[in-house]
């Protein structure tokens, strides 16, 4: 049974659990844990280290969870290796004059801007079945990586070699005010005459060079 406030520094909570022996709720479910509480925090869940590796060992059996500590090992490696070479080549592009960028992708981008932006807005709006603001995502086919650069602050990294490609997609937060053109209006109206959706300034792009298409993901915001 469970027993409450425990010492557990030397434990794993439940997200941690999962993720290094490669199990799921319903594999934790009927583990020995220890609980801690706190005031306004509810219950943690703590689990030894070893009980959870014997439940994964149970479950994938030896060999299996070494290929997978294994195979884990290797895309963290993998990733690390990643990031050095953008690191690397971000230092690089830094020693480098800059060019600028042609007019023809300059317009381009312009467009872009404008056009992520637009559609944006026509997407704000209301959660599901909820009065809380929702959440928007707008894709765009057809967007060359040079234009992708352009819109990830890298306009002279054309083929992105100082950002790190996070399976098949290039990752990068950037935010209303630096992706959109400046001073454009950002909201619209509700159907509370007091109340505008604007599109929030957290913003996320992903860019998919193998189809050439960008993905924006937004929160819708309320300016009152």
């Known amino acids: 049974a469970p027993r409450q406030n425990w010492h557990v520094t030397s434990m794993l909570g439940t997200p941690e659990a999962k993720k290094m022996f490669f199990l799921t709720s319903a594999d934790l479910a009927n583990l020995p844990c220890q609980i801690q509480t706190g005031f306004g925090c509810g219950k943690s869940k703590y689990y030894e280290r070893d009980t959870l590796r014997a439940a994964a060992v149970l479950k994938h059996g030896e060999e299996g969870l070494i290929k997978k500590l294994q195979a884990r090992e290797k895309r963290e490696a993998n990733k690390r290796s990643r990031e050095e070479e953008a690191q690397q080549a971000t230092v690089q592009l830094a020693k480098k004059a800059n060019t600028g960028i042609d007019k023809d992708l300059k317009k381009t981008v312009t467009s872009l801007r404008k056009g992520l932006l637009t559609a944006s807005k026509k997407k704000l709006g209301y959660a599901p079945n909820s009065e809380a603001p929702g959440s928007f995502r707008v894709e765009v086919p057809g967007v060359s990586m040079a234009a992708f650069a352009c819109l990830s602050d890298r306009p002279n990294d054309p083929t992105l070699t100082t950002l790190v490609k ?46 050439q298409t960008l993905v924006l993901h937004g929160d819708t915001e309320w300016d009152l």
């Open 166 to 211: 996070t399976g098949a997609y290039y990752n990068y937060n950037t935010t209303a005010d630096n992706l959109f053109p400046p001073g454009a209006p950002r909201g619209k109206a509700l159907r509370y005459p007091d109340m505008d959706a604007v599109v929030g300034n957290h913003l996320l792009l992903k860019y998919k060079p193998s189809t």
